[in-house]
Nanobody
């Protein structure tokens, strides 16, 4: 059982930056992919970014490409989501998630592919 602990959310003005962190509770050898999703009020949860733990290949939603960066610090066993040039429409609860089974690149944007989820962290961008 993998537990994911997120941190780093908060309130920021438009144009500002935040960095979210997600730390798995156990050794990462079982984790193939880490992803970030977000859910805005009244909307469905949507894919934001993903990274393969081995190799570091990254994947982004078009809406955040060029503004967000997902990365892994293996020494700290932590995944980060650096969010720059934030917009009010980025306001949402952000969730990290992990895949420990098969991880096909063309399926990483689907919630159903992820085996474990964090509790979520609120990001609010004011205009």
């Amino acid at each position: 059982q993998v537990q994911l602990v997120e941190s780093g959310g908060g309130l920021v003005q438009a144009g500002g930056s935040l960095r979210l962190s997600c730390k798995p509770s156990e050794r990462t050898f079982s984790i193939l992919v880490m992803g970030w999703f977000r859910q805005a009020p009244g909307k469905e949860r949507e894919f934001v970014a993903a990274i393969r733990w081995s190799g570091g290949s990254t994947y982004y939603a078009d809406s955040v490409k060029g503004r967000y960066t997902i990365s892994i610090d293996n020494a700290k066993n932590t995944v980060y989501l650096q969010m720059n040039s934030l917009k009010p429409e980025d306001t949402a609860v952000y969730y990290c998630a992990a895949i420990t089974s098969r991880a096909l690149s063309n399926r990483l944007m689907y919630e159903s592919e992820y085996d474990y989820w964090g509790q979520g962290t609120q990001v609010t961008v004011s205009s």
